[in-house]
């Protein structure tokens, strides 16, 4: 297990995995970790669907675009991952509870617990990436899901097969004002 500084500078977007199986135990420790996350009156919108079959990890494959444009072809490097996470939540029960911000207030917290997922799993000595560049609804239909409920992540997970390290982030003077 590694010291809370050694899993943050660790973190970073895996996109190449070893074709090892990651074990439901892990998995389950990462999304009872992901689940700790905060939320507006601890209503814990948020669902995390675990797939690994091959067949449907294509189907969902497919509904991914590169770069910017939403035909592009599709993030291939996705299927050399054991298994995705797709992370998603209800707006209907925020909406009803905090009124219109519900939404905004649902894509946060599950954003919140997409980041403790992706935290965990470098302490599984996992890697992931946060893959935000899908066609929604296709991929609603892929997965079965209900109309009212959105997808934030698809999470692939997995053994890294390399590293890259993240790309630089800003200075912190750039990011940091103190008033005192
Ligand atoms: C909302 C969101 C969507 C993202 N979508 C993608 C994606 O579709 N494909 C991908 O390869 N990386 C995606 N990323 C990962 C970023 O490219 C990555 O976090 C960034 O380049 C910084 O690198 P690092 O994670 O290694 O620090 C996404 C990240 C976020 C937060």
């Known amino acids: 297990m590694m010291n809370f500084d050694e899993v943050i ?29 905060p939320s507006p009156a601890n209503l814990q919108p948020w669902q995390f669907l675990i797939v690994k079959n091959k067949d449907l990890i294509g189907k969902i494959v497919d509904t991914t675009y590169s770069g910017l ?3 592009s072809s599709p993030q291939s490097w996705v299927k050399t991952a054991p298994a995705l996470i797709i992370v998603y939540f209800t707006p209907r029960y925020l909406v009803a509870r905090v009124g219109e911000d519900g939404r905004d207030q649902g894509l946060l917290c599950t954003g919140a617990a997409v980041e403790n ?34 997808v934030v992540a698809i999470i692939p997970i997995g053994y890294p097969k390399e590293h890259h390290n993240s790309p630089p982030k800003l200075p912190l003077e750039e990011l940091m004002t103190v008033i005192e």
């Open 117 to 150: 997922l992706l935290l965990s799993a470098v302490n599984y000595g996992l890697g992931a990436c946060w893959v935000g560049n899908f066609r929604k609804e296709e991929l609603k239909k892929a997965v079965n899901l209900h109309r009212d409920e959105e």
């Open 69 to 71: 444009i939403k035909d």
């Open 9 to 37: 500078n660790n973190r970073e977007s895996i996109r190449l995995f070893e074709d090892r199986e990651v074990e439901n135990s892990i998995l389950s420790k990462i999304v009872e970790h992901a689940s700790r996350a």
